[in-house]
């Protein structure tokens, strides 16, 4: 079964930790000096906060599933949305282990499939939702798979129509 994904860039984290945990009616299942994480049941959804990528609010969306066939349904419809996609294997990310697919929606929305594999004591390296903007908003200056990809504008037939 699925699980929704939220991350949230907060600028304080102990301060951010007390009114979520107020507001789900639970203490965060992972906690680290600059992120937190609770994996609920009710919504389901894994919630994270974290004071590490850009300026406050949400930094993006994401679909956690349970296995490989899942991860491989959804990645189909990702590949069938015209859009540039990133694809990370056995990647380190929120103190995770994950093989994951980035998409950025028509407004620039960053989304996320992924499948944990374990825990990690590091954070990561980051950097796969800078890439996928730079992709999406380059895109037709990007190699030939990307710009593939990209959905033509039907009047001009042009890629990134103004």
């Known amino acids: 079964m699925k699980r929704l994904h939220v991350h949230v860039s907060v600028e304080d984290l102990a301060q951010s930790v007390r009114f979520y945990s107020t507001l789900f009616a639970a203490e965060p299942t992972v906690v680290k ?59 380190t990310c929120c103190y995770a282990r994950a093989d994951k697919q980035w998409i950025a929606d028509p407004q620039g929305v960053a989304w996320e499939t992924f499948l944990t594999h374990g825990e990690a004591t590091v954070y990561g390296k980051g950097g796969a939702i800078g890439a996928l903007h730079a992709a999406t908003e380059a895109v037709c200056c990007a190699p030939p798979k990307l710009a593939a990809a990209e959905p033509k504008d039907a009047a001009t037939g042009a890629c990134c129509a103004a």
């Open 33 to 91: 000096d600059d992120y937190a994480k609770w994996m609920l049941e009710d919504p389901r959804m894994n919630f994270a906060i974290s004071q590490r990528n850009g300026a406050p609010g949400v930094q993006h969306l994401g679909i956690q599933v349970e296995d490989q066939a899942e991860l491989a349904e959804v990645y189909d419809r990702l590949s069938r949305a015209e859009r540039p996609m990133i694809e990370e294997k056995d990647t």
